[in-house]
């Protein structure tokens, strides 16, 4: 019998390779929060303080007296460039859907804390004022960021639409989004000082990429046949799935909140992935034993990158796009509250006494400390 030759094996395109490398951009980011943090006591001026334990987190929170104001600054990252490919493909702007993305980044963060999100504010910056000539495009974004803020009750306060040729590339946008939020009561406040041994570790699905990964999905188009048109298992374009519209869970907390379920913790599963699951700065090991699906287009950037689990669930969120540490007695309750808003979770694990670590059972995958950099 005639062995048929094996297919050639690929060689694996990883997060850092595609462009992104957290080793070199974490160090900065540290610093910054060192010299943030030294411009704390500006606020005395006004009667004010910083709670200094939201340092790190994934809002800045102040103490204003009879509630806690927090608030936030995120950006797109490079989805609107997938938009605008897919756009040839299709004849879609998908601005209505990175709309949605730019507010989730933002409004997934404030929530972190227990906050409200109040307001928000865009940041539009384009290669040239011709970008606003396309009016199909230009709608769907006005339109999308509308509905964004209608679905999380905050309002839209302004922005700016700066025209930045020379440094925004021409024909290209780069967009970001601020929000405001409030925590009151003050007992709302989360930023993990009841988060023990015993807690459970409940995941809120996600339904795609979300905003994060991204730079890896885009190198991926350029080495498989079809780009971005490239058809997934069940007929699925690449880009299409790649442009799902961040969940909001902005819904799943206020929900919790109105029920009287107020976590000890919550993490956004953004960059690097579930070592984010233990960025609590206390040492706790985070034990995972039940995975969420994960989502189609991501298995397929895990096969056709031929990435292993570690690089995948070390940089992708995989199914979990937002975590919320819980009395274990209160799970189940929040499981349903979850539900009624539209959004699947899962206990999928427990908070341990131990070293900081996350240990993913299933894949037999352990992060450690020293894996996630995010504390000055």
């Known amino acids: 019998m005639t062995q048929q030759p094996s297919a050639p094996k690929r060689e694996p395109l990883t997060y850092r390779q595609a462009g992104v490398d957290y080793g070199r951009i974490d160090p900065l980011k540290i610093r910054a929060q060192q010299a943030a943090a030294a411009t704390a006591g500006n606020l005395a001026r006004l009667g004010l303080a910083e709670v200094g334990a939201s340092r790190g987190e994934s809002a800045y929170v102040v103490d204003c007296g009879e509630f806690y104001l927090a608030s936030i600054t995120e950006c797109l990252g490079t989805k609107a460039l997938v938009a605008d490919q897919m756009r040839a493909v299709t004849g879609r702007t998908y601005y209505d859907r990175i709309a949605q993305d730019t507010l989730a980044m933002a409004i997934n963060d404030i929530i972190t804390v227990g906050a409200t999100p109040v307001s928000v504010h865009a940041y539009w910056a384009t290669g040239g004022s011709d970008w606003f000539d396309d009016e199909a495009r230009a709608r769907a974004l006005i339109d999308g960021w509308k509905a964004a803020c209608d679905a999380c009750g905050v309002a839209w306060g302004g922005g700016e639409t ?93 929900a919790l909140a109105a029920a009287g ?58 199914g979990a796009g937002f975590a919320l540490y819980l009395a274990a007695a209160e799970a189940a309750r929040a499981l349903e509250i979850a539900a009624s808003v539209g959004v699947r979770g899962w206990i999928a694990g427990t908070v341990e006494a131990g070293d900081k670590r996350v240990l993913i059972e299933p894949l037999g995958l352990t992060f450690a400390a020293d894996d996630l950099h995010v504390r000055a």
């Open 162 to 254: 700066p025209a930045l040729a020379g440094v925004v590339a021409p024909g290209r946008i780069d967009l970001a989004a601020s929000c405001v939020g409030l925590v009151r009561p003050k007992s709302r406040l989360t930023l993990g000082e009841k988060l023990a041994a015993g807690d459970v570790i409940v995941l809120l699905e996600s339904n795609g990429i979300h905003a994060n990964g991204v730079t890896l999905a885009r190198r991926l188009a350029e080495r498989i046949a079809g780009g971005f048109g490239a058809e997934m298992e069940g007929g699925q374009l690449y880009g299409e799935a790649l442009l799902a519209p961040t969940v909001l869970y902005s819904p799943v907390t206020e």
């Open 261 to 318: 379920i107020l976590p000890h913790y919550c993490a956004n599963v953004t960059g690097h992935g579930w070592r984010k699951l233990m960025r609590h700065p206390a040492s706790f090991s985070y034990r995972i034993h039940t995975l969420p699906p994960v989502p189609p287009v991501l298995r397929f950037i895990e096969k056709h990158a031929a990435i292993d689990a570690r690089e995948a669930y070390g940089n992708l969120n995989m």
